[in-house]
Structures are given as structure tokens and as C-alpha cells.
């Protein structure tokens, strides 16, 4: 709906911010909160504001035409897959707004982490987080144990500042989440340290054969971890888990050491959908629709198939967020990519000129103008504003950048809890606080964002 919305109010900066954060950010706000028990209205209403937008971009380009877009000498941006952005942002924007709104009543408590068995939406949420991270590292680029290290430092150190920081407040924390000193932060400090084993294994599949093989490959190494998982949960580990002994360092952190294969599996998944994804340009230019969807479909037809058969056999006796046990994991995989292909056929219905872009002109230069574009202009006709782009500006630093928006997030979450007690605070205030403190992330964000500087 953003996309296809162009006007001449919003080619200054503050609106186009305002604009974005009214239709990309708020709905998602209400759409957890106040119209959590009525999404079918909320999603009716907003098939219905889009379509209409759609429509009417439509017969204004029909009524006044772009003119072809020149090739430029100049340098375009750094290219992204525009249905693997969107997916990454709004995966963000759903993880931010969860984290706090959860401390409020406004926020359906059926909707908060389960404690045994069963999903929820911030159970789906934080296994969707850790299979982006797999996408972004399925470059498969040469990685040492120091090398690696130094790069997840940072992770460390803010998991050790979070646990001080509890500690020292004395902030409420729930044990059956990851435990008494373990934190997400750790699991994702760890995953890509775990994942330096299988690495050999995933560089000689791409280099012997094609990416489809390579993806494969990850998909087996997957499933094998989470099945050697599984099988350790079934003998005694479910049982351990579950129980009540906390003696000893090992046992007041059960639930975060117990869930580290799971989450590699599902790394290992985001490895294998990244490998099917065109994370950069090719020389022939973006791939269309068509050919990304041949790739992603067979993959989630294999993880469909695995998840029944595990559901069918009740494995582990349901999916378990607090184990990630094998059925959380493939439920993680399927509802990921059956999303992505989503985003993706929805990006060529509402952008079909970018599955056949003008002779010689690169589909990252047609299909993702810059915000600040200038106008096109032609000798014998009136200016008219540029094709909106297939990404709204505001995704693009939230998915470019998650883990210091994810810290920011975190950061203001402690804070605001600090400051308010949040589980006495009324609706209509809980949506002001929660709105405010979106409107801060995502204005760092585009803030950075519009100065052009890197994180």
C-alpha cells in the first residue's frame, strides 16, 4: 500500500516518514493489541484501502504515462531482493512491538511465549528471527573460529550486559524461558559458532554443484540435528527440561543450553533459503518471480511433508518453543517460507514490470529507485513523479540493520518498565506509550538511514 501511494507531500522526507510509520507500522500495532480477536475486519479493511490504491495508481498511470527510464552512468544503490526485505522488516517491526506490548494488558496473553508445548505468536516470532539470521549468513564466505568470534564479540558483551543489568534491577524475568542467566542474545551469540562445523561440508556443495544441491544438503544437515535432537529429548532430555531441578549452573540454564540444536537447525534452514534467494544481483539481473518461486516450493514442500509426518506421530508430543524440539523447528521452517513466497508473488502482481525490465537497464536501477530521486521529466510533455519503488523507504534500514534496532528495542523495553507499571495501565494509554516507542525505533531507523551512515 505504501509502494503504490505517490504524491507530491511525500516526496519531503518528514511525511514520507509519517506516511510509512500511519500505514506500514501502526496496523501491525493494532493488529497484536486491540484488534487481535477481530483480524478478519482489520485485514478486510486494509485489503480494501490497498486495493483501492492500487487501482487508482493504476488509472493515473494509464491517464498520464511514466516515460521509459534512462540508463545512468551513475551508481546505483547496493542491490536487495525487495520480497526478502519487506519479510525482514516486517519480522522486526512484529518482534519490537511484541516485546513491550506483551507487559501490557492490551496484549492477549494467548499471544505470549507458552511455557510447555504449543506455538504462539513470540514463540513463531523468535525461530523466525533466528532462520533470517541464517538467511543473511548464507553467503558461505570463508569464516575462521577467530574470525567469527570477533565478529558475534559484540553479542557476547550485550549478553553479559543484560544479565548484570536484570540482576541489578531486579527486572521480572520468567525462568522457563531461557533460564536464570541465559538471555537470547546468548543463543544468537552461539548459533554462528555452532554452525562452523558444517560450513566444509556446505562450501564443497557449492562448489561441486548447483545452489538448489547446496540448499539441499543444508536441509539434510538440518533435519539430522534436529532428528539427533529429538532423539535426546524422547530418552530423557524432555523430561529434564521439564522438571524442577534448578541445582547447579548447567540446570538454571536447562532451557537455553537444551534449545542451542534446535536453533542451529533452524539457522541451518535459513541457510538453505538464503542459498535459493537472490541475495545479490546476477549478470543477467534479478531472476523473475517465476524462477525464485521453482527454487522456494520444493523446499517447502519437503518441510510440509517432515512437519505432518512428525504432527501425524505426534513426535515429542507437540511443538515445544522452550526445547525447540523437532516439530518447532519445522513448523519455524514452513511458516517462514510460505511467507516468503507470499512476498514474493505479491511483489509481481502489484509490480509486474519489474519481472521484465528494458532491455540493458539492470532491474536494481528500474525496480528500486532511491527515495530522493529526481523527478522524470521529458521534452514534450509535463514532469511526473518516478515509479514508487518495490520497497518502502522505511524497510529498508529495519531490515538491513535488525540487531541494533533489536538492541535499541530492548534498551527502551527495560526502561518503560522501569518507569511504568505496566500491567495497571489502560488500554488507551498502553497504545500511546506503545505507538510513541515505535515511532523511536523506527525514527532512528530512517534517521540513520537519511544521513547515509553505517552501523
Request: one cysteine or more.
Amino acid at each position: 500500500m505504501s509502494s503504490t501511494s505517490s504524491t507530491s507531500m511525500l516526496s519531503r522526507p518528514s511525511w514520507r516518514f509519517l506516511h510509512e510509520f500511519a500505514v506500514l507500522v501502526l496496523p501491525l500495532l493494532v493488529g497484536i493489541t486491540l484488534g487481535a480477536k477481530w483480524g478478519w475486519a482489520l485485514n478486510l479493511g486494509l485489503w480494501g484501502r490497498a486495493g483501492a490504491v492500487y487501482w487508482n495508481e493504476r488509472r493515473s498511470f494509464a491517464l498520464h504515462p511514466h516515460p521509459p527510464p534512462q540508463p545512468t552512468p551513475s551508481p546505483t544503490p547496493k542491490y536487495h531482493y525487495p520480497p526478502l526485505t519487506t519479510y525482514r522488516a516486517q519480522l522486526l517491526l512484529l518482534t519490537v512491538l511484541s516485546i513491550l506490548a506483551v507487559d501490557f494488558p492490551v496484549f492477549p496473553r494467548e499471544q505470549g511465549k507458552t511455557s510447555s508445548l504449543g506455538w504462539s505468536l513470540m514463540d513463531v516470532g523468535v525461530g523466525s528471527f533466528v532462520l533470517s539470521s541464517g538467511i543473511a549468513a548464507s553467503r558461505l564466505s570463508p569464516s575462521t573460529l577467530g574470525k567469527t568470534l570477533r565478529r558475534q564479540l559484540p553479542l557476547l558483551l550485550l549478553a553479559l550486559a543484560r544479565v548484570v543489568a536484570v540482576k541489578a534491577l531486579n527486572y521480572p524475568e520468567q525462568l522457563e524461558e531461557y533460564g536464570y542467566h541465559w538471555n537470547f542474545f546468548c543463543t544468537l551469540f552461539l548459533l554462528p559458532l555452532l554452525s562452523l562445523p558444517f560450513r566444509p561440508f556446505l562450501r564443497y556443495a557449492a562448489t561441486h554443484a548447483s545452489k538448489e544441491l547446496t540448499a539441499g544438503v543444508a536441509v539434510a544437515l538440518a533435519l539430522g540435528v534436529s532428528g539427533a535432537h529429538q532423539f535426546w529429548l524422547d530418552s530423557e532430555g524432555q523430561e529434564w527440561v521439564m522438571g524442577p531441578d534448578r541445582e547447579g549452573l548447567l540446570a538454571q540454564n536447562k532451557e537455553g543450553v537444551s534449545s542451542l540444536p534446535g536453533y542451529l537447525a533452524i539457522y541451518l534452514l535459513g541457510q538453505a533459503t538464503g542459498l535459493l534467494l537472490p541475495l545479490s544481483l546476477p549478470p543477467f539481473g534479478e531472476p523473475p518471480a517465476s524462477e525464485v518461486l521453482d527454487r522456494l516450493v520444493p523446499l517447502l514442500s519437503v518441510l510440509a511433508a517432515v512437519f505432518l509426518g512428525t504432527r501425524y506421530h505426534a513426535l515429542g508430543d507437540g511443538a515445544c518453543r522452550r526445547t525447540a524440539n523437532m516439530q518447532y523447528v519445522l513448523h519455524t521452517g514452513v511458516y517462514n517460507v510460505l511467507f516468503l513466497c507470499a512476498y514474493i508473488l505479491l511483489d509481481a502482481y502489484y509490480f509486474p514490470a519489474s519481472q521484465n525490465p528494458p532491455s540493458g537497464i539492470s532491474p536494481s536501477s528500474t525496480s528500486n529507485p532511491p527515495p530522493s530521486a529526481p523527478p522524470s521529466t521529458s521534452p514534450t510533455g509535463p514532469s511526473f513523479p518516478p515509479p514508487s519503488p518495490r520497497t518502502p523507504p522505511l524497510f529498508l534500514p529495519l531490515s538491513q540493520h535488525p540487531l541494533p534496532l533489536f538492541l535499541l528495542s530492548n534498551l527502551l523495553t527495560g526502561l518503560i518498565n522501569l518507569l511504568l507499571p505496566t500491567m495497571y495501565v489502560r488500554h488507551w494509554a498502553a497504545m500511546l506509550v506503545l505507538g510513541t516507542y515505535a515511532a523511536a525505533v523506527c525514527g532512528v531507523g530512517w534517521v540513520w538511514k537519511g544521513l547515509g551512515l553505517g552501523w
